[in-house]
């Protein structure tokens, strides 16, 4: 599925269901990741809340993907998109990537990326719930 039917199929959801809430403003996101290693593949689509530090973690496969938003007043944001090779044994150096793209609260955001030898591609929504 491509990341424009992504956006297509599920910003109408997500517009109904976070204008209906009435709760505190908190931070949802809407996203798809993929990452190619060497032609393994690793994906998520998924629709969670970020985590008490406001951040968006996934394992897929041998990798942790970790996406930080950070917010300014007017609805812009940059997302902090940092890529980790879990290792088997605490000696092991696991080596961080990690990249910032811009996007604004409500409105699709899309990037590509090298992270040393992985390609990672995504499709993320973020969204403030009870506002």
């Not at 060497?38 to 970790?66: C, H, M, W």
């Not at 300014?72 to 605490?90: E, F, I």
Request: hydrophobic residues 45%; without cysteine; neutral net charge.
């Amino acid at each position: 599925m491509s990341h424009a039917s992504v956006r297509a199929a599920w910003g109408a959801a997500v517009l109904a269901l976070f204008t209906s809430s009435g709760s505190a403003a908190a931070l949802r996101a809407n996203y798809e990741v993929t990452l190619d290693d060497g032609g393994k593949t690793y994906s998520i689509r998924t629709s969670q809340a970020a985590d008490a530090s406001n951040r968006f973690v996934e394992e897929l496969g041998p990798f942790k993907l970790e996406m930080i938003p950070t917010i300014q007043s007017n609805g812009a944001y940059a997302l902090d998109v940092s890529l980790t090779r879990r290792v088997s044994s605490p000696a092991a150096v696991a080596p961080v990537y990690s990249k910032s793209f811009p996007g604004a609260l409500g409105g699709p955001l899309e990037f590509s990326a090298q992270f040393g030898e992985i390609q990672a591609t995504g499709a993320v929504v973020l969204h403030r719930t009870g506002e």
